[in-house]
């Protein structure tokens, strides 16, 4: 009898290698390799294609009815799932520790309940009487819906195959799942990859949708193989600090949807609670008048949101100054800074600089450039920016400003939550007339970055000459 080989695998990448290792080849992780046994191998060529099942190919032509959906009764959730759950699918929801993932999963399944479904929550991290202390605290203690606690695989299984009419499976975490078939520990790539599987080969075939709760590392990505996201059909974060009230739900893959859109909740005492103006929210604890602040018109997705840019510039104390940034990409920030010095003869390489996107929410579109540039001049020359402007729009290398998408969704954004003016790039497409509906809104348009540090430049020297002269000093 042939002896098993062991190898070992990475548990950040998944990676095999044939021999221990302190640094994985795959993902340059270190101390990550857990042996594990090796699957056995069928002996001979070719053993599983005999006696396979002929399948048959059809064309490209024809028509398919959209996938039906399971409301979710959360309008946020909704959004971001692309119109609710398809049955038969799989839903991969990761984020921070005590971010919200259980509990707005606990909302949603329970409302799904309410609604006449069969819905089956198994807690793998917690006792069923903490789930039920979650319940009444949010309201949840009459919803009729099914709650287990286990963690083995085989046991989930043999109760699902009992359920003739689960709608939805809540699964809390797939990390704690382990099969006795595998001698790896739970958590491992190997049980949490086999766990997911049949899970979701259980959902196709019986026709519930799954939902599977994961845990993130330290660097943000779902911890396991990255396998496990190509396995399922929609996969989910969670964003925001916990210290903060937001919380930011954003889809990086959607196969029944976009993958651009965001769900913007609150945490509160009863849970996590839409919100349905995320800009007014973020604009609401905003000051005016303040040097290093801009209001940026941004687009998440479908839905145009206002948030606040906060720069602070203050002289560097050591050698190599300071780049911090919350909320932005700190390359982006550096090349910013390079081009308000080369293109527009600003001295900002010598300050520390701290950059923040107000109200938890990260920018991913280079459409911020336009209001970070704004916030990093204003800090600088220590002038406000106009109290009832926003800004949006693309900055190039050589300072010119690019066209972004959406314009006039986000200027009527801007109008409707009051403000007066924009500062937007140049239009330099034929007949581009002023946008429909936006006749009480002053609109800049602008082709370069130095045409927004003008009027800065300007105030400050202004300021300057008003400025009386010191006195002199007596002899």
Not at 128 to 138: D, F, G, M, P, Y
Not at 416 to 432: E, I, N, Q
Request: aromatic share 4%; proline share 5%.
């Amino acid at each position: 009898m042939a002896k098993d080989r062991a190898r070992f695998v990475c548990q950040s990448c998944g990676a095999v290698h044939p021999k221990w290792m302190g640094k994985c080849e795959g993902c340059s992780a270190w101390n990550t390799l857990v042996e594990e046994a090796a699957d056995p191998r069928p002996a001979g060529p070719s053993r599983g294609a005999a006696g396979g099942r002929r399948i048959s190919f059809v064309g490209l032509s024809g028509t398919s009815a959209p996938p039906a959906r399971i409301p979710t009764g959360i309008a946020e959730l909704d959004r971001v799932l692309g119109g609710g759950i398809v049955p038969a699918s799989a839903v991969l929801v990761g984020g921070d520790p005590g971010i919200g993932k259980s509990t707005i999963l606990l909302q949603a399944a329970a409302r799904v309940a309410a609604a006449g479904k069969r819905v089956l929550y198994v807690s793998g991290e917690e006792a069923i009487e903490q789930v039920r202390l979650r319940a009444q605290r949010l309201g949840l203690s009459d919803a009729p819906l099914g709650l287990a606690a286990a963690t083995a695989l085989r046991d989930i299984a043999a109760s699902l195959e009992d359920e003739k009419d689960a709608a939805l499976v809540v699964i809390d975490s797939i990390q704690t799942l382990w099969l006795d078939a595998l001698d790896s520990a739970p958590g491992t790539v190997a049980q949490v990859r086999t766990c997911a599987a049949e899970l979701i080969r259980m959902a196709k075939t019986r026709g519930f949708a799954v939902v599977l709760i994961g845990h993130v590392t330290k660097e943000g990505t779902l911890a396991g193989p990255r396998v496990l996201e190509h396995m399922v059909d929609a996969t989910l974060y969670f964003e925001g600090d916990r210290g903060h009230q937001f919380r930011i739900l954003r889809a990086v893959k959607n196969r029944f949807g976009a993958t651009d859109e965001i769900g913007v909740f609150e945490m509160t005492e009863r849970g996590l609670v839409e919100v349905a103006n995320p800009s007014a929210l973020f604009l609401a604890e905003r000051r005016g008048n303040i040097a290093g602040s801009a209001v940026f018109a941004g687009l998440e997705g479908t839905r145009p949101v206002l948030v606040e840019v906060q720069a602070l510039l203050a002289p560097s104390a050591g050698g190599s100054p300071r780049r911090q940034v919350v909320g932005w990409d700190s390359g982006r920030l550096s090349m910013l800074l390079a081009v308000l010095e080369a293109r527009c003869g600003m001295t900002l390489g010598m300050n520390d600089v701290y950059l923040n996107i107000a109200g938890g929410l990260r920018i991913n579109e280079p459409a911020a450039d336009l209001a970070v540039a704004a916030a990093l001049v204003s800090a600088a020359t220590d002038r406000p920016t106009e109290s009832e402007c926003v800004y949006f729009g693309e900055i190039g290398l050589s300072g010119e400003v690019r066209q972004v998408a959406q314009a006039e969704a986000r200027l009527r954004e801007a109008q409707k939550l009051g403000f007066a003016a924009a500062v937007l790039p140049r239009r330099v497409a034929r007949g581009a007339g002023r946008p429909a509906a936006l006749d009480g809104l002053r609109l800049s348009e602008i082709g370069h970055v130095a045409d927004l540090v003008a009027p800065f430049a300007a105030a400050g020297r202004e300021k300057r000459k008003k400025a009386p002269a010191p006195e002199p000093a007596e002899a």
